[in-house]
């Protein structure tokens, strides 16, 4: 069983910056996709950002309109981790942020698309 674990959240003033990591250990993929999801109280769960890797150094990148030039994804290889940084933080954007993958790829944007998830971390986002 592939097991995800997010850390790296906490407080953060208006305007400021956070980096989130994602961990992954127990199975080894040969290629995955990974998502990030958020979920605060009163609202759905959305889509925040997606990394698509080909199985080489191809990837592609796609981000929910509400964070598109703020958040920046990428991943280290070396240490199983795909990274979220986050800047120019918003009150909107206080919510646990869940980390997810998938081998199969499809439409990334989409919760459906992923078989495997973490915990979550808390980002609070206070002025």
């Known amino acids: 069983q592939v097991q995800l674990v997010e850390s790296g959240g906490g407080l953060v003033q208006p305007g400021g910056s956070l980096r989130i990591s994602c961990v992954a250990s127990?199975?080894?993929?040969?290629?995955?996709?990974i998502g990030w999801f958020r979920h605060a109280p009163g609202k759905e769960r959305e889509f925040v950002s997606a990394?698509?890797?080909?199985?080489?150094?191809?990837?592609?990148?796609n981000y929910a309109n509400s964070v598109k030039g703020r958040f920046t994804i990428s991943r280290d290889n070396a240490k199983n981790t795909v990274y979220l940084r986050m800047n120019s933080l918003k009150p909107d954007d206080t919510a646990v942020y869940y980390c997810?993958?998938?081998?199969?790829?499809?439409?990334?944007?989409?919760?459906?698309?992923?078989?495997?998830w973490g915990q979550g971390t808390q980002v609070t986002v206070s002025s």
């Open positions: 127990g199975r080894t993929f040969s290629a995955y996709h």
């Open positions: 997810a993958a998938t081998m199969s790829g499809g439409n990334l944007d989409s919760a459906a698309a992923y078989d495997y």
């Open positions: 990394l698509r890797w080909s199985g080489d150094n191809t990837y592609y990148t």
